[in-house]
């Protein structure tokens, strides 16, 4: 069974940096794409980046430039590392993989960026 747990989130100033992680129970080669998603109160939820099995990433243009994701195939990891954070970047983030049809998700962690 495919568990995601993430960890990593919490309380950061404007400009501040934060790292999530994302532990898989299975070999993350296992899925196409892991990713990371964030969503606030009302709005549906945004893909904020992911990466595919050959390595490709894709970032939303919000966040280009400012996180950067990454995976430690030895630890079946996929990171976000988050820095320059703004106050728009609050949500809780989940994480995601898929393969096929199937998406799976973690139970999300909260990013709050406010001084």
């Known amino acids: 069974q495919v568990q995601l747990v993430e960890s990593g989130g919490g309380l950061v100033q404007p400009g501040g940096s934060l790292s999530l992680s994302c532990a898989s129970s299975?070999?993350?080669?296992?899925?196409?794409?892991m990713g990371w998603y964030r969503q606030t109160p009302g709005k549906q939820r945004e893909l904020v980046a992911d990466?595919?099995?050959?390595?490709?990433?894709n970032y939303a243009d919000s966040v280009k430039g400012r996180f950067t994701i990454s995976r430690d195939s030895a630890k079946n990891t996929v990171y976000l590392q988050m820095n320059s954070l703004k106050p728009e970047d609050t949500a809780v983030y989940y994480c995601?993989?898929?393969?096929?049809?199937?998406?799976?998700w973690g139970q999300g962690t909260q990013v709050t960026v406010s001084s």
């Open positions: 299975v070999n993350i080669f296992e899925f196409n794409t």
């Open positions: 990466i595919n099995v050959g390595g490709t990433r």
């Open positions: 995601n993989a898929r393969v096929m049809s199937r998406a799976y």
